[in-house]
């Protein structure tokens, strides 16, 4: 369970330039939902997301991962945590191009106590799971789009996670390849992984069961299809 109650979060606060990007944000995502965080270009879901994934700190409020509250973790459990329990999808892969797709999906085990081998057949099932198993050697580079958010996403489910938060997941894809993409994430929460997918793309709301609508930091509606 994700539990966030008046969440508050500045970008350069008490300065001239602050902004007050989230404004006493709360929902709860329980385990299995697949959620949709809607909103135009700075809203602030991609901090939303950085928030509930622990790479970003907050001002105000509780976060909550599964009982953790991530204010209370010191930075070494809060690493842990999110290593354990939550993949993130980065906005543009965000991935390392002169690395193969191996290296890459590898990143994540890097602090893993498992063997050098044990951690090459994890990253190589995730590869064979996202179908980049043939592809598993060549430099993220010369891959396509569709390719590299596959490896992105192979990154993200290595340590086999409760949660997958994904930012704008296809935003950089073309139409046919970003159905392919959903597709993916789609089939990773009906298999009891918890996705919460930020995107300014109504269509791409459509594979979430609920949908969470920021305005300039605020929640304006949230609605559930059955
Ligand atoms: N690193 C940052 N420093 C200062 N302001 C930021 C930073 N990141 C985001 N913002 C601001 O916070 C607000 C929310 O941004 P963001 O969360 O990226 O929105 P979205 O993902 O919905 O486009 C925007 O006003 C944006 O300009
Ligand atoms: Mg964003």
Redesign the pocket.
């Known amino acids: 369970m994700i539990n966030i109650q008046s969440l508050h979060k500045f970008?350069?606060r008490g300065k001239p330039?602050q902004?007050h990007?989230l404004k006493g944000v709360s929902f709860r995502i329980a385990k299995g939902e697949s959620v949709a965080v809607t909103?135009?270009?700075?809203?602030?879901?991609?901090?939303?997301l950085?928030v509930m994934g622990g790479i970003d700190g907050f001002d105000e409020g509780v976060v909550e991962i599964d009982g953790y509250n991530l204010s209370e973790l010191k930075d070494h459990a809060l690493a842990a945590l999110r290593n354990e329990k939550i993949g993130i999808v980065l906005q543009d892969f965000a991935l390392i191009p002169d690395y193969s797709a191996m290296e890459n999906v590898m990143v994540p085990l890097y602090f893993s106590k498992h063997s050098a081998r044990h951690r090459r057949e994890k990253a190589l099932l995730a590869l064979e799971q996202m179908g980049m198993a043939d592809l598993a050697d060549k430099e993220v580079k010369d891959l396509s789009g569709g390719q590299k958010q596959r490896v992105a996403i192979a990154r993200a489910m290595v340590n086999d996670p409760s949660y997958i938060l994904a930012?704008e997941p296809t935003g950089a894809l073309d139409t046919q390849t970003a159905k392919e993409i959903l597709g993916v994430l789609k089939s990773l929460n009906e298999k009891g992984i918890t996705l919460v997918i930020?995107t300014?793309e109504k269509e791409v709301t459509h594979i979430c069961r609920r949908v969470i609508t920021?305005e300039d930091?605020v929640i304006i509606n949230e609605s559930e299809r059955r």
């Open positions: 970008y350069n330039n902004v990007a909103g135009r270009s700075g809203s602030g879901k991609s901090t939303l950085h930012d930020v300014h920021l930091g």
